[in-house]
């Protein structure tokens, strides 16, 4: 059964860093595409960030030169390096991965921007 958990969400100020991570289960992490996701109420979810299994990575013009996207395959794990960050990056953070046409997705997890 796959599995994606989030971690690491919560209060920043501007300018401030978070980092969160994803931890896979239940199927091959390593020969899977990842993706980063995000959503504020209201508004349809959209991709952050993705990084395929060899570790190339593309991002949303919104978060370029700010945040990173990593993975380590020996530990089934995804992460989001956020670095100044904004309060329009203020959302609920998503894992993602596709098996065939199934979407998997994890809980979310919360980040939000304020002073």
């Known amino acids: 059964q796959v599995q994606l958990v989030e971690s690491g969400g919560g209060l920043v100020q501007p300018g401030g860093s978070l980092r969160l991570s994803c931890e896979a289960s239940?199927?091959?992490?390593?020969?899977?595409?990842m993706n980063w996701y995000r959503q504020v109420p209201g508004k349809e979810r959209e991709l952050v960030a993705d990084?395929?299994?060899?570790?190339?990575?593309n991002y949303a013009d919104f978060v370029k030169g700010r945040f990173t996207i990593s993975r380590d395959n020996a530990k089934n794990t995804l992460w989001l390096q956020m670095n100044s960050l904004k309060p329009e990056d203020t959302a609920v953070y998503y894992c993602?991965?596709?098996?065939?046409?199934?979407?998997?997705w994890g809980q979310g997890t919360q980040v939000t921007v304020s002073s």
């Open positions: 993602h991965t596709r098996w065939g046409f199934s979407p998997y």
């Open positions: 239940g199927f091959i992490f390593g020969s899977f595409h």
């Open positions: 990084i395929d299994r060899d570790g190339r990575t």
